[in-house]
């Protein structure tokens, strides 16, 4: 009779021990939500007369020349629409995000007929950035940043690849010493919450944590510009940017 009263006292302890891990189990379910998460749209809109871009000179270099079938090709300082949709327009949240990992795809930029394409590219701080020459001649790669992001290198043949890890956020700005004109622009940034507007200046940045962030604009003739954006997870938030075609003093 005694066994039998140890072996239920044992049993008993036993289903405690089980219901309060449950118990705590559930607790921490209470505790820790999922973290509602929401998007953020919109438009960049030039409001005023686009300054002209002026011609390239691809005649400088027979290579440029010939890669170009002897068009003329203009400058892609400013891309805009008839309806002042701006293209090219670097965009990014500002604020504090959970850590999440770097992507292991690299973000790619080529140099093709003497052009760096695409122009303006987003990436994460540490992720691979690989720059290629499709050209049947010299380019090198100039990259302008901080100190320890700052490189330049020589791509004298076609099908040469070389790779960089951005670590520090903010503009990386490209050019190539041979061919001035050559320029392109990386967004650096630590978390995945950037994009770039395409040909009708609009952009998305998708499952955002809620919260109230800063979103920043950045263009390379035109500059930043920052307005607040309140992200809740019931709807989309957009917001519409607009610049009114003033140059910095001093433009990046």
Not at 101 to 115: G, K, L, N, T
Request: hydrophobic share 40%; net charge negative.
């Amino acid at each position: 009779m005694k066994r039998l009263s140890r072996g239920l006292m044992f049993a008993a302890i036993a289903l405690a021990a089980v219901s309060c891990r449950k118990s705590a189990s559930v607790e921490d379910d209470v505790a820790a939500p999922p973290v509602a998460r929401g998007s953020v749209h919109g438009h960049v809109h030039l409001n005023g007369p686009a300054p002209a871009n002026e011609p390239l000179r691809m005649g400088a270099d027979p290579m440029c020349k010939k890669a170009n079938a002897d068009a003329q090709v203009l400058d892609q300082a400013v891309v805009v629409a008839a309806d002042g949709a701006l293209a090219n327009v670097f965009i990014e949240l500002v604020g504090d995000f959970p850590a999440t990992p770097v992507p292991a795809e690299p973000v790619s930029i080529d140099q093709r007929r003497c052009i760096y394409q695409p122009r303006v590219v987003g990436m994460r701080a540490g992720q691979a950035l690989q720059i290629s020459n499709s050209d049947d001649g010299l380019h090198n790669v100039h990259g302008i940043s901080t100190e320890r992001d700052s490189f330049n290198v020589g791509q004298p043949t076609s099908h040469l690849v070389n790779t960089f890890h951005p670590r520090d956020p903010g503009i990386l700005r490209l050019k190539c010493d041979v061919h001035t004109w050559m320029v392109a622009f990386v967004g650096v940034v630590n978390h995945p919450y950037f994009a770039v507007t395409g040909a009708d200046g609009a952009f998305s940045i998708r499952d955002v944590p809620a919260g109230t962030y800063t979103l920043r604009a950045w263009h390379e003739r035109f500059g930043p510009t920052e307005s607040q954006v309140r992200i809740d997870g019931n709807h989309d938030a957009a917001v519409e940017v607009t610049y009114d075609g003033t140059v910095p003093s001093a433009p990046r």
